[in-house]
């Protein structure tokens, strides 16, 4: 599994998701509807 980042609902990719997305290394993407694991983090 890629490794991701929430924080304050963006989600910042790691280097290799945004490779495999084609995003620049860093990105941070808002409402994105991609596959990944639909965990809410209860901590807000």
Known sequence: MAAAR???????????????LGLPAGASVRAVS???PARQMSAA
């Open 6 to 20: 929430v924080a304050a609902g963006t989600l910042i990719v790691s280097r290799d998701s945004a490779r495999a």
């Open 34 to 36: 991609l596959a990944v």
